[in-house]
């Protein structure tokens, strides 16, 4: 059926390339997209939540939170690449408009987990937390127009 797709539009002589085969064996339809983007983010939302819960246990709880709530994180993030894919979720993360929002988030994610690990401070753990979200919630509403606008003219109203 391929074939004679490829004959009736003028490319019977033209062979797919070996990277061609592989996105066409790859890509993924809508509803599986859709499926994918829910589950990721509800596994986002629970690790999230999770780490929430593990916040009052008894001297490892500020590190499980800090560890539970970053993989929930990044967790949700991913689950956008189901719905753009994974270069164009690149390519948008990196644009001008998001790259400060990008940089901070992705550096607070990686901080929270070396003083979680390595450093050791819990105290440095839950401030990196709290600028993780932020960050967060500033690179998400960047996608939605005119809100980035709104958020800093409400501030500037309530700080006034």
Known sequence: MD????????RDTEE???LAEVIDATSLGWGTRVKGFVACFVIGCLCSLLG???LWVPKKGLTLFAVF???GNIASI???LFLMGPMKQLKRMFEPTRLI???VMLLCLVLTLCSAFWWRKQGLALLFC???FFALAWYSISFIP???DAVKKCLSVCLS
Not at 3 to 10: C, E, I, Q
Request: overall charge positive; charged content about 15%.
């Open 3 to 10: 074939k004679l797709k490829r004959v009736l539009s003028g």
């Open 101 to 103: 929002a990008t940089i």
């Open 130 to 132: 709290i600028l993780q």
């Open 69 to 71: 709530y970053t993989l």
């Open 52 to 54: 929430s819960c593990l």
């Open 16 to 18: 797919p390339s070996g």
């Open 78 to 80: 991913g689950s956008t």
């Open 146 to 148: 005119f809100a980035r």
